[in-house]
């Protein structure tokens, strides 16, 4: 079985998170810079880890609404899979980034990745 990454799509930075060998345990992974590399690095990360199956948080209005958040998202979902042919899943991503302050104020980021892959895995 090969490891699921999460990411957590934010305008500065990439919170990232990453299962074991068997997609049972989540772990923090990475904050990377959303910069003009990024998707670069991405793809150098899921060869490395040998990733089949991107989880990308999509982050929709409490009212479930689109927002401009969700767009540039939708934006960054189209790059990257045209950049990787790795499975991408939207997964809803409402209030993982208060849960994730609850938790830890450092690795914010990839702590809110953790959680949407957790709920990810839990859903399937």
């Not at 990475?30 to 590399?37: I, S, V």
């Not at 991408?88 to 209030?95: F, G, M, P």
């Given at each position: ?29 990475l904050t990377l810079n ?47 899979k045209r950049k990787m ?40």
């Amino acid at each position: 079985m090969s490891k699921i990454l999460a990411i957590d799509y934010g305008l500065k930075r990439i919170g990232l998170a990453i299962t074991d060998q068997k997609q049972k345990i989540v772990f923090p992974y990475l904050t990377l810079n959303n910069d003009k590399f990024v998707l670069d690095e991405l793809k150098e990360i899921c060869q490395k880890e040998n990733i089949k199956k991107i989880i990308i948080g999509l982050p929709i209005g409490l009212n479930s609404q689109r927002t401009k958040q969700t767009e540039e998202v939708e934006k960054f979902i189209k790059s990257l899979k045209r950049k990787m042919k790795i499975s991408v899943i939207q997964e809803d991503e409402r209030l993982t980034s208060k849960m994730a302050e609850r938790f830890l104020k450092n690795n914010q980021d990839e702590i809110s990745a953790m959680i949407i892959l957790q709920s990810y895995l839990e859903r399937i």
